[in-house]
C-alpha cells in the first residue's frame, strides 16, 4: 500500500517493469530531463535489473509543480519516495547534474541503513570540484547550448507553447547544479563506476579520476567514444558495462576501454 502511495506522487516512475528482477537501478537525470530520459536504458538492461526513473519536480506529472533550487533536498526528497524501492539490492546512476543527485541521493539512503552496492556517474566533475564551465545566464543562451548538446529536440524549441515551460525547468536546474558544491570530505561507501565519454566537453579523464577522492570504495572508469550525450549513442555498450558492474562488483580502480 505504501508503494503504491509512492507511485501516485509520481517520484519513480518504470519504464520497463520486471517484478522478478533481482536487482534495481535507479537512475537520476540531467539537467533539463524528465524521467523518460531513462527509458531507452531501461528497455536494453537485462530482464534480471530493473531500472527505477525518477521524476524531478516540476516535470509534467511530477511530484508538485514547483521545480527545485537546491540538490541536497532534492535528494532527500528522492531518498522518502524510494524507501519502499529498497526490498531487494540497487544501484544507483546519475548522468551530469544527475550525477550529483546520485552522489548525494547515496549518501542519504547509506545513512540510512539502506545502502546502494553501486555507484555509477557520468558527465559531471566530482562533487567537490563544481561545474568548472560557463553556466549560460539568458535564455538565449539556454537555447543556443540546449541545440548544440542536443538534449531537447529542436522541433520543441522552436514552438513558444512548449519553449517557455522548458526553459521554466532548465533554468531552475542550472541554478541548483551551478551553486551545488560538496565539501572535499564528502563520501559514499559504496564503489563508484564513471562512465567516460571521450569526447565530452565537460570531463576528461582527470575529472573522472577526482571522483576517487568521494567513495571509501573503489572508482572504476570506463571509457566509450562520444559526446556529452553518449548514454543513447553507445546503449548496448552502456548496458553490457552496467549489468557486468552489478555482476561481477567492481574489481579495483582501474580505466578501461570499450569501442
Partial sequence: MEKQAVQDTNWIQVPRPAPGAATRLVCCPHAGASASAFGPLARALPGHIEALSVQYPGRQGGPGHQGFTDIGELADRIAAGLRPWCDRPFAVLGHSMGSVVAFEL??????????????????????????????????????????????????????????????????????????????????????????????????????????????????KVTSFPGGHFFLNEQLAEVAEAVTADLRAGSAGRHSGGIR
Fill in 106 to 219: 547515496t549518501r542519504r539512503l547509506e545513512a540510512a541503513g539502506t545502502p546502494p552496492v553501486r555507484l555509477f556517474v557520468s558527465g559531471r566533475r566530482s562533487p567537490s570540484d563544481g561545474l568548472g564551465v560557463h553556466v549560460p545566464q539568458d535564455d538565449e543562451e539556454i537555447v543556443e547550448e540546449l541545440r548544440t548538446l542536443g538534449a531537447i529536440p529542436v522541433k520543441l524549441l522552436d514552438k513558444p507553447k512548449y519553449r517557455e515551460s522548458i526553459l521554466t525547468v532548465v533554468r531552475n536546474d542550472y541554478r541548483a547544479n551551478s551553486g551545488y558544491l560538496a565539501p572535499p570530505d564528502a563520501t559514499v561507501n559504496c564503489p563508484v563506476t564513471f562512465l567516460l565519454s571521450d569526447a565530452d566537453p565537460y570531463v576528461d579523464a582527470a575529472a573522472a579520476d577526482a571522483w576517487g577522492s568521494h567513495t571509501t570504495g573503489e572508482l
